[in-house]
């Protein structure tokens, strides 16, 4: 029992991690709060389903096609909506959180409602380890998620647009006069977000079913997520993630089910009052604090 | 707001002039009106609405009157929101406060069988008071982390009622007393929407709400002037939080119902919409944007789930194409004229 908890509830926390990352580096890098992040999770899962059902392509490379739409939309929000409301936090939220609403609520209405819609597992096999169930794709979550990790830590330390990312996100005028376009960066860390939340979704949703209200509930766990951790800082929401994701699978087991959500809205409230700029958030601590 | 716009489409260049309408130099600075006109060119943008509204549920169907009721609601709960943005706070959980005045009502009229006018002041300050307590810590947060919190807020306090089963859980509390007449209902939000829209505006026009707008603007200067930032924003929140909850908990006894639809999503996007439609900062913008959009989503209902991405929509349209909102634009083309001239 208590290994299995363990075992799920890395699992989980690496689920949280996941959710959490792209909406991370979007806001790290350009000051972007993503608010369509869980409907650009949504859209590329139905859009695998689509691709994988009605075009009856093979699951991966559906995945794929899906998850370079899906960047692509992320450049084009930036492009045409966002730049022009660009450094006023207000008009971002409400644009984003807008174009999110029009794209979960336009799949609630066009009846993409059902257990019907899911992704297939990529291997399926279940194991035990320790006496405790577990699948292959909750494997394989772990994996892609060390993987892609490891994978953003050496792409924005050792490429030179990654070094632009880390350069707009510390000083975007210096940054500007060292002769990077900050605006094509910016287009860059939007729809680099949208893509991890593609990769999130294409290995998240078979575990469950694709649902427009699953969109919110992402965008509020990748907050929570976020906001537990300290905006920006990408160490902080890997150990927020582990810190919600255990505490819910502990209580969920030993206290009740019901439980979860309220753990992760005390977390956030806790954390704000001890330390309002998040657990890891150093970078922008004096300019966010008053 | 832009006083001039560049139009280079022509090889001669020319530019928009905008210059303040003579009557309005007469009118607005030299407090001697001389003439009919000036005096109605005053009290007109103040009267209308007043009279407009006081009219309003006379001459409605039954239906509309209920339309009526929904877009006095919102209104106040776009006022809310506006009161907040312009104390630099950016909420995205409007629902919060509505939810907290509307359980408050409910669970005192409920179970402790309060009367409805009892009940409805009680639970505005009560609820406003829960609401700010609960946003406290996250005060001292700025710009979009305070909107974050408070879009999670109200959603998890969903899942909570339905955790715990407290105040009826899922089923939520129904057989709620209702107002004793349909008028008394009318009049009261009405009269509420008029009380807080002029009350409120001219609270924002003093030292006071000058003090709140320049926390918005500098936070800092405002501390170096030796006032307490986080006091006067915990005011802030409290005033905008009671004014919702003040709407959560008249909605909650014209149902006669309370329940976890009182924390939707809906109660904080559509005060937001209408805010941004109609204008923020100015308080007449925000009722003006709900004066536009309720209706317009009845008339819509029809269609269904589709009139949410709509909303959607228009937010995204006029955040980036009309930012200052209907109510800055009308109230420019009211002071001022306009015309081309050359550069």
């Not at chain 1, 994988?52 to 995945?63: C, G, K, Q, T, V």
């Not at chain 2, 000036?38 to 009157?65: D, F």
Request: charged share 10%.
């Amino acid at each position: 029992m208590f290994i299995g908890t363990v075992l799920y509830a890395v699992v989980n926390s690496v689920i949280l991690a996941l959710l959490a990352i792209g909406f991370n580096l979007t806001f790290g890098i350009s000051g972007v709060a993503n608010f369509a992040y869980g409907a650009l999770y949504i859209m590329s899962a139905y859009l695998s389903w689509m691709l994988l059902n009605l075009l009856e392509l093979p699951f991966l490379l559906a995945a794929v096609i899906s998850i370079l739409i899906t960047t692509l939309c992320g450049a084009l929000m930036y492009r045409f909506v966002l730049l022009r409301v660009r450094g006023q936090a207000l008009s971002e939220v409400i644009a984003t959180f807008g174009i999110g609403l029009a794209i979960l609520e336009l799949f609630r209405y066009l009846g993409f409602v059902g257990f019907e819609y899911t992704l297939p597992v990529l291997i399926d096999h279940s194991f035990v380890i320790f006496g405790a169930y577990i699948d292959m794709q909750r494997i394989l979550i772990v994996i892609v998620g060390a993987v892609l990790v490891i994978f953003l830590w050496l792409f924005t330390h050792h490429t030179s647009i990654g070094l632009a990312f880390r350069g707009i996100a510390q000083d975007e005028r210096t940054a500007l006069s060292l002769g990077i376009n900050s605006d094509r960066i910016a287009t860059l860390s939007v729809s680099f977000g949208a893509g991890l939340a593609a990769i999130a979704a294409t290995i998240i949703i078979p575990l469950g079913s694709i649902s427009p209200s699953e969109g919110y509930d992402v965008l509020i766990k990748a907050l929570a997520v976020c906001i537990i951790g300290g905006l920006g800082s990408t160490g902080g929401v890997i150990v927020a993630s582990f810190v919600i994701g255990f505490a819910e699978r502990f209580t969920d087991s030993y206290i009740s089910s019901h439980w979860t959500m309220i753990v992760s809205l005390a977390a956030i409230l806790i954390v704000l009052t001890i330390k309002p700029s998040g657990l890891f958030g150093k970078q922008k601590e004096l300019e966010e604090r008053i | 707001m832009r006083n001039a716009q560049l139009n280079s489409t022509d090889s001669k260049h020319r530019r928009k002039e905008r210059i303040d309408r003579g009557i309005k130099a007469r009118s607005s600075d030299i407090f001697a009106l001389s003439s009919w006109r000036e005096m109605l060119y005053l009290a007109a943008p103040r009267c209308i609405p007043i009279v407009g509204c006081l009219m309003l549920p006379l001459v409605l169907g039954i239906y509309w009157q209920k339309v009526l009721l929904s877009v006095a609601v919102f209104a106040l709960l776009a006022i809310s929101w506006d009161i907040l943005e312009q104390s630099g706070m950016i909420s995205l959980g409007q629902a919060l406060f509505f939810g907290m005045g509307a359980y408050t009502a409910g669970v005192f009229n409920h179970y402790f069988g309060w009367p409805p006018f009892l009940t409805i002041p009680f639970a505005s300050i009560l609820g406003g008071l829960i609401s700010t307590v609960i946003l406290l810590p996250v005060l001292r947060l700025r710009g979009i982390y305070f909107s974050m919190v408070t879009l999670i807020i109200p959603l998890m306090l969903v899942r909570i009622v339905e955790a715990t089963r407290i105040f009826g859980g899922t089923e939520g509390l129904s057989g709620i007393t209702p107002l004793p007449s349909k008028w008394l209902e009318l009049y009261l939000i009405v009269g509420a929407l008029l009380g807080a829209l002029f009350g409120f505006r001219r609270m924002m026009g003093s030292d006071y709400g000058l003090v709140l707008k320049a926390i918005r603007d500098n936070d800092r200067s405002v501390m170096n002037a030796g006032i307490n930032v986080y006091w006067f924003k915990a005011q802030a929140l409290f005033i905008a939080s009671a004014i919702g909850a003040f709407a959560g908990a008249f909605m909650t006894h014209v149902y006669m119902f309370v329940g976890m639809p009182v924390f939707a999503l809906d109660y904080s996007i559509l005060p937001i919409a209408a805010a941004v439609v109609g204008g923020p900062g100015t308080l007449a913008g925000a009722t003006l944007g709900a004066f536009i959009l309720v209706p317009l989503s009845e008339i819509l209902r029809g269609i269904g789930g589709l009139r949410i991405v709509i909303y959607g929509l228009f937010l995204v349209v006029f955040i980036v194409a009309l930012p200052e909102g209907i109510f800055h634009y009308i109230q420019r083309k009211y002071h001022q004229f306009e015309r081309w001239v050359e550069v």
